[in-house]
């Protein structure tokens, strides 16, 4: 679910677009559940999933990046400069 890739660490995650409210949710199919307020229309809801991962995890914006899965709710994302233990223990997973 979480592992060290090359320049930070990858997260394999499962996104439930207009949820009531955005948030961390645990795990799911092992992957990271995250909830979205956001439609999943014009990029509101990968936005919008940037914005949860980074205030979670305590990084700026600019360090999450999706790398696969942009219009699937099954999505890689990359936090850049953090390891893969750091992101678990953020998260308490």
Known sequence: MVTDGRDGALIAVKVIARAPTSAVSGIRDGALLVRLNAPPVDGAANAEL??????????PKRAVSITS?????????RIAGVSAAAVITKLSL
């Open 50 to 59: 940037i914005d949860v991962l980074a205030g979670a995890l305590g990084v």
């Open 69 to 77: 899965g942009e219009t699937s709710r099954r999505k890689t994302v």
